[in-house]
């Protein structure tokens, strides 16, 4: 089955770590940039980061530069989205994303919640 | 970093009316755009492509137009599930932006 699955989510406290994790299964994963987008509660879309399908190339948003690392490993067929200091307002739904000419494949979500 | 707005914010129509929704770009985008739908508690789906094409499996009677920095995604009859909010979303120059999004609901 094509798919996408996210996990790492979780209540995180201020200023701590954040490891998001995205396994992909049933399509050829290496030769696929991949996306992280995020949703506040009761908010729009938010493009966050994208990684390119050997992991060299690397693209952030600006609110997430310097702050934010998305790597992957094609050897596991997994994307991941890291950082050091997560701020209250990084408090989202994150959701992987394939990209082709546009994000044809979406995961579930993984909930964020920051407090503590 | 280019800017989509989308008008308007929430369109309030009956099943078997037409909806048109705008996205617009502060600079151009070529046809670089995609629309995507997004129910309560789901993951958004793509829906159109490089301004015009359709996703596989979306309906058709999705379409999309447009190019530079005005497009226009169309729902020629709204079925009872396309009640839902659309984003926009550019892929012409880095960072990626969305849309503020319009709500689609029902009259």
């Known amino acids: 089955e094509v798919q996408l699955v996210e996990s790492g989510g979780g209540l995180v406290q201020p200023g701590g770590p954040l490891r998001l994790s995205c396994v992909a299964s049933g399509f050829t994963f290496r030769t696929y940039w991949m996306s992280w987008v995020r949703q506040a509660p009761g908010k729009g879309l938010e493009w966050v980061a994208n990684?390119?399908?050997?992991?060299?190339?690397?693209r952030y948003a600006t609110p997430m530069e310097g702050r934010f690392t998305i790597s992957r490993d094609n050897a596991r067929n997994s994307v991941f989205l890291n950082t050091n200091n997560v701020r209250a307002e990084d408090a989202a739904m994150y959701y992987c994303?394939?990209?082709?000419?546009?994000?044809?494949?979406w995961g579930q979500g993984t909930l964020v919640t920051v407090s503590s | 970093e280019i800017v989509l707005t989308q008008s308007p914010a929430t369109l309030s129509l009956s099943p078997g009316e037409r909806a048109t929704l705008s996205c617009r770009a502060s600079?151009?985008?070529?046809?670089?755009l995609a629309w995507y739908q997004q129910k309560p508690g789901q993951a958004p789906r793509l829906l159109i492509y490089?301004?015009?094409n359709r996703a596989t499996g979306i309906p058709a009677r999705f379409s999309g137009s447009g190019s530079g920095t005005d497009f226009t995604l169309t729902i020629s009859s709204l079925e009872p599930e396309d009640f839902a909010v659309y984003y926009c979303?550019?892929?012409?120059?880095?960072?990626?932006?969305f849309g503020p999004g319009t709500k689609v609901d029902i009259k």
């Open positions: 990684v390119g399908p050997d992991g060299s190339e690397k």
């Open positions: 994303a394939r990209d082709r000419d546009g994000k044809d494949l």
């Open positions: 979303q550019h892929r012409s120059t880095w960072p990626h932006s």
């Open positions: 490089d301004a015009s």
């Open positions: 600079q151009s985008v070529s046809n670089f």
